[in-house]
């Protein structure tokens, strides 16, 4: 039971007098109003007996009832109702069938009580609030946390018409936001973000009481050295969005989780804070965000939404939300599979590059081409396409949900050994770039203090382009090449130069050096081609080729050129994954 139906609970033996009292100080209750205008008439263990709202007390008054008389005599008997548990429309359908089957007719549903399977009182809604959570447009929207999920997703929610609040913690981001500047690259956001930018989309660092109705997590989920879950950041957010919570709200997690984590770790800190209960109270439920940077916009249009919830009237209400943007919903049976799902998809894809990666390592030593070999069985071959190889593997999703996944796995017994691997074999590529350059440079009796590197491409990856820096391979390899080469440059089409200079790398190393094409190339004796940006196919190669030392050596570490233009520079090697 609701405590703030309370109140207005009356025994039948109550008098008129009490219930007008009730139902005047109801709206007036601490901590949480009460309901206006009614008062339930229970038994002892509060099984509803009946309903009297104000307009009865007066008709009887009226017709000469004294009201000092018993609430008995003038309470309305076997009033319509709703169980407890069930979603927005399906309490529509209960009432509007309920109301045929009675032959109610001019029937004024003013107010609605709730109650559960045994009819004891639980809550009462007003007309006004069903209809609202039956009309998704009609909910606002919060979503904790504006990076590359929250952001792409809370304007995307308002091309289709939601008032969307955001809430970022770092100030600085959202003062850069309400002035219609992303703090990220990615295709078509800046655009976006200006025209909705305080006429529907309204951002804030902190929290505001009865703003929204729908609450969307999207905060950071980092790992720890061990690949744990580290916790705070959601911890924050959900406490924070606990204490603002009102009955019937919607909950939708969406950042990476460990399994289990809504069903022990989210649920029961909601409960303790708000004192509503999952699933009667509020609704709550797991969406896993999938898409790609560079592409999310589109993404989240396109993309099938995985959906699972506490119960059926969660992942009822979180579908109509996600389908007023895509109409492609999978709802599973639980919230545990929906977290799964999430962990699945980013696992296989960094176990697949692994294959190729674990495939140009032994070309290595087989002393053939890596790249040539695999378009070879994949050429005309229409089952198992093999990815290419890649000088690693990066990214935030794919470095870490593998490791969440196999402890995931280890809390329940179970020794999850493939994406364990697939991830050291990726981060084997590291040390391979980086044992090429030194070779290189041995062979050529360059000392490492005389040797210019130019690194071309910082970002995780270059298509679809990003911005994002964190968990490159690009950086990974110049850490490790900064162990004994000083001199190294990099060059990105999409990372402002702020940026890199910022970057975290090795001990003692304050920030990348960042350069135009033509300085880079300018008297460097290695050029690594780190990431698959599309611009770098239109370079004007063999001028930029031209500036280098010779000898020189160009590492191609995605295939973007041919040998034979780059060999065709006297003193220039080309290199790859394999010969």
């Given at each position: 039971m609701r405590n703030r139906i309370k109140p207005i609970l009356i025994k039948p033996s109550g008098t008129i007098r009490e219930a007008m009292a009730a139902i005047e100080l109801s709206p007036h209750s601490k901590p949480e109003p009460g309901p206006a205008g009614i008062a339930l008439v229970t038994d002892r263990r509060h099984k509803l007996l009946g309903i009297l709202t104000d307009g009865d007390i007066r008709k009887a008054i009226l017709g000469g009832v004294s009201i000092d008389s018993s609430v008995s005599g003038i309470m309305k008997k076997n009033p319509v109702t709703v169980k407890?548990?069930?979603?927005?429309?399906?309490?529509?359908?209960?009432?509007?069938?309920?109301?045929?089957?009675?032959?109610?007719?001019?029937?004024?549903l003013d107010k609605i009580v709730v109650v559960d399977d045994d009819n004891g009182v639980h809550d009462v809604l007003s007309f006004f609030e069903l209809w609202k959570n039956t009309e998704i447009h009609a909910r606002n929207v919060y979503i904790v946390g504006?990076?590359?999920?929250?952001?792409?997703?809370?304007?995307?929610?308002?091309?289709?018409?939601?008032?969307?609040?955001g809430i970022d913690t770092d100030k600085k981001v959202a003062a850069?936001?309400?002035?219609?500047?992303?703090?990220?690259?990615?295709?078509?956001?800046?655009?976006?973000?200006?025209?909705?930018?305080?006429?529907?989309?309204?951002?804030?660092s902190d929290f505001k009481n009865g703003e929204s109705d729908i609450y969307i997590i999207a905060v950071n989920t980092p790992v720890n050295e061990k690949g744990e879950v580290v916790f705070d950041y959601l911890k924050k957010a959900i406490t924070s969005v606990a204490k603002i919570l009102k009955p019937h709200d919607l909950i939708i997690l969406?950042?990476?989780?460990?399994?289990?984590?809504?069903?022990?770790?989210?649920?029961?800190?909601?409960?303790?804070?708000?004192?509503?209960?999952?699933?009667?109270?509020?609704?709550?439920?797991?969406?896993?965000?999938?898409?790609?940077?560079?592409?999310?916009?589109?993404?989240?249009?396109?993309?099938?939404?995985?959906?699972?919830?506490?119960?059926?009237?969660?992942?009822?209400l979180t579908t109509r939300l996600f389908k007023t943007i895509n109409h492609l919903i999978v709802p599973v049976q639980n919230?545990?599979?929906?977290?799964?799902?999430?962990?699945?998809?980013?696992?296989?894809?960094?176990?697949?590059?692994?294959?190729?990666?674990?495939?140009?390592?032994?070309?290595?030593?087989?002393?053939?081409?890596?790249?040539?070999?695999?378009?070879?069985?994949?050429?005309?071959?229409?089952?198992?396409?093999?990815?290419?190889?890649?000088?690693?593997?990066?990214?935030?999703?794919?470095?870490?949900?593998?490791?969440?996944?196999?402890?995931?796995?280890?809390?329940?017994?179970?020794?999850?050994?493939?994406?364990?691997?697939?991830?050291?074999?990726?981060?084997?590529?590291i040390k391979l770039v980086a044992k090429k350059v030194s070779a290189f440079a041995v062979k050529n009796k360059i000392k490492p203090n005389a040797l210019k590197i130019f690194v071309l491409g910082v970002a995780f990856k270059g298509e679809p382009e990003?911005?994002?820096?964190?968990?490159?391979?690009?950086?990974?390899?110049?850490?490790?090449?900064?162990?004994?080469?000083?001199?190294?440059?990099?060059?990105?089409?999409?990372?402002?130069?702020?940026?890199?200079?910022?970057?975290?790398?090795?001990d003692g190393q304050t920030g990348l050096k960042p350069v135009s094409l033509a300085d880079g190339f300018e008297e460097s004796n290695c050029v690594l081609v780190l990431n698959n940006h599309h611009s770098f196919r239109d370079l004007d190669i063999y001028d930029l080729l031209m500036k280098m030392k010779k000898p020189g050596y160009f590492f191609d570490g995605w295939n973007l050129f041919p040998r034979e233009a780059i060999e065709g520079v006297k003193g220039i090697k080309y290199g790859t994954f394999g010969v």
């Open positions: 407890k548990g069930l979603s927005a429309f399906e309490m529509m359908r209960a009432i509007i069938r309920e109301i045929k089957e009675r032959n109610i007719v001019d029937h004024k504006l990076g590359y999920v929250g952001l792409t997703l809370a304007l995307t929610l308002c091309e289709v018409g939601f008032k969307v609040h850069s936001l309400r002035r219609g500047r992303p703090h990220f690259h990615e295709v078509g956001l800046e655009p976006l973000l200006k025209h909705h930018i305080n006429k529907n989309f309204f951002v804030q969406r950042s990476t989780v460990s399994v289990g984590t809504c069903r022990k770790f989210a649920i029961p800190l909601i409960e303790k804070i708000s004192k509503l209960k999952a699933g009667e109270d509020f609704y709550l439920s797991f969406a896993p965000e999938r898409t790609v940077e560079g592409r999310a916009l589109e993404e989240l249009r396109i993309l099938p939404q995985v959906i699972g919830g506490i119960n059926e009237a969660s992942v009822d919230l545990e599979a929906a977290e799964v799902v999430k962990l699945l998809n980013n696992s296989f894809r960094d176990v697949s590059f692994a294959y190729a990666n674990e495939v140009a390592q032994a070309c290595e030593k087989f002393g053939v081409n890596a790249f040539e070999v695999i378009e070879a069985a994949n050429r005309g071959y229409p089952r198992n396409k093999i990815p290419s190889p890649s000088p690693g593997v990066g990214g935030l999703c794919l470095v870490k949900d593998p490791w969440i996944l196999v402890n995931s796995a280890k809390q329940v017994g179970f020794n999850a050994k493939l994406p364990a691997l697939g991830r050291k074999i990726n981060e084997e590529m990003t911005s994002d820096m964190r968990f490159s391979p690009a950086v990974d390899i110049i850490k490790e090449l900064q162990q004994k080469f000083k001199n190294i440059v990099v060059y990105d089409p999409v990372i402002k130069t702020s940026e890199l200079k910022k970057a975290r790398l090795s």
